[in-house]
C-alpha cells in the first residue's frame, strides 16, 4: 500500500536480548519520527530524522535505543539488551514537510515488542 | 510533561455532534493545537490543527477560545466508526525541531 509500513507487527523477545523494528515511510517523505506508546498512555517522542540524518534524538531514552536512517528512506530501530520496561507499541511516522511546516504526521500501525 | 487536559472518556449518540473538550493553559503564542485520533490498534491519524483562528476540514471542526487557554474539537454528525481515543495536542518548539507533546487522550464511544 501508500502508507507507513512497519515490520514485525509483533515481536516477543527475552530479557537481554537484541531487537530491530523496522519503518518503510510514504515514498518522497524527508521527514521520519519514532514514537514509542505503552497502554493507556500517548505516543512519546524518540526520535526524528530529516532526510539521512538524526535532527533530533532527544527522546531516545538511553544508549542501549538506536536508530538509523541510512539512505533517506527506510528507518531501523535498534534495541540492545532489551530490557521488561521497554515492552510498548513502537510507531513511526513521516511527513513530507520539514520541521518549520505545520504539515500532519502520517502514522504507521506500530510494531508491539513484548519483552519476557 | 504533557501540556494538554482531556477528559478520560465520554459518551456520544450516533448522529449526534461529539464535542471533545481540551485545557491548554500554559500555551505559548506560537505553539499550534493539533487533534488527532487512534482507533484501536492501528496508528494515531491527524484530524486538524489551529493557532488562533477556528478552523473546519471534512472531518472536523476546532474552536479555539480567544485567549487559547482552550479548544473544542466538533464532530458534527458522529457515527460507530468515530470511537477512538481522541488526543490534543500542543505543538512545541525545541533547538532543532517541533515536537507534539501527547497527552493520554479521551476515549470517546458512540453508542447506537
Known amino acids: 500500500g501508500a502508507g507507513v509500513s512497519q515490520t514485525p507487527s509483533n515481536k516477543v523477545t527475552e530479557k537481554g536480548k537484541y531487537v530491530e523494528l523496522r519503518c518503510d515511510p510514504i515514498s518522497g517523505h524527508t521527514a521520519l519520527y519514532w514514537y514509542r506508546q505503552s497502554l493507556g498512555q500517548g505516543p512519546e517522542f524518540l526520535i526524528y530524522?530529516?532526510?539521512?540524518?538524526?535532527?533530533?534524538d532527544s527522546g531516545l531514552p538511553n544508549d542501549r535505543f538506536f536508530a538509523v536512517r541510512p539512505e533517506g528512506s527506510v528507518s531501523t530501530l535498534k534495541i540492545q539488551r532489551t530490557e521488561r520496561g521497554d515492552s510498548a507499541v513502537y510507531l513511526c511516522?513521516?511527513?513530507?514537510?520539514?520541521?518549520?511546516?505545520?504539515?500532519?504526521?502520517?502514522f504507521g500501525e506500530g510494531s508491539r515488542l513484548t519483552v519476557l | 510533561d504533557a501540556k494538554t487536559t482531556q477528559p478520560t472518556s465520554m459518551d456520544c449518540a450516533e448522529g449526534r455532534a461529539a464535542n471533545l473538550p481540551c485545557n491548554h493553559s500554559?500555551?505559548?503564542?506560537?505553539?499550534?493545537v493539533y487533534w488527532y485520533r487512534q482507533i484501536h490498534s492501528q496508528g494515531p491519524q491527524y484530524i486538524i490543527h489551529?493557532?488562533?483562528?477556528?478552523e473546519t476540514n471534512e472531518m472536523a471542526s476546532l474552536i479555539i477560545t480567544e485567549d487559547r487557554k482552550s479548544s473544542t474539537l466538533i464532530l458534527p454528525h458522529a457515527t460507530l466508526r468515530d470511537t477512538a481515543v481522541y488526543y490534543c495536542?500542543?505543538?512545541?518548539?525545541?533547538?532543532?525541531?517541533?515536537?507534539?507533546?501527547w497527552g493520554a487522550g479521551t476515549k470517546l464511544i458512540i453508542k447506537p
Open positions: 495536542i500542543v505543538r512545541v518548539a525545541m533547538d532543532s525541531n517541533y515536537q507534539l507533546i
Open positions: 500554559t500555551i505559548s503564542g506560537n505553539e499550534y
Open positions: 489551529g493557532l488562533k483562528n477556528n
Open positions: 530524522f530529516q532526510g539521512t540524518g538524526a535532527a533530533d
Open positions: 511516522a513521516s511527513s513530507p514537510w520539514g520541521t518549520k511546516n505545520t504539515g500532519e504526521l502520517f
